[in-house]
Nanobody, 118 residues
Framework: QVQLVESGGGLVQPGGSLRLSCATS????????MGWYRRAPGKQRELVAR???????NYADSVKGRFTISRDHAKNAVILQMNSLKPEDTAVYYC????????????WGQGTQVTVSS
């Protein structure tokens, strides 16, 4: 069974930073496209950022220049570094892993809360 173990959420003031981590097995990490999605209260889930096995990354327009997604090969983890956080970034953030070709192999983490508030 595929496991995606998320960590790093919490409460931060506007302008602050948080770092989310999503760890998985080596076989998943090596091949799958890994990403972070979020769901804010009353809104649909949206893509935040994702990174392929070849480290090609793309971002939602709303987070470009503030968030960075990367791969930590030593820990088989995907990192989302979030800087200059805004109240509108408040949401539950979910880690996702999807096979680049057989997209029916699509897995989700349990979610971690990020709250940006003064």
């Amino acid at each position: 069974q595929v496991q995606l173990v998320e960590s790093g959420g919490g409460l931060v003031q506007p302008g602050g930073s948080l770092r989310l981590s999503c760890a998985t097995s080596a076989s998943i990490f090596r091949i799958y496209t890994m990403g972070w999605y979020r769901r804010a209260p009353g809104k649909q889930r949206e893509l935040v950022a994702r990174i392929t096995g070849g480290a090609d990354a793309n971002y939602a327009d709303s987070v470009k220049g503030r968030f960075t997604i990367s791969r930590d090969h030593a820990k088989n983890a995907v990192i989302l570094q979030m800087n200059s956080l805004k109240p509108e970034d408040t949401a539950v953030y979910y880690c996702n892993a999807v096979h680049p070709y057989w997209t029916q192999y699509d897995y989700w983490g349990q979610g971690t809360q990020v709250t940006v508030s003064s």
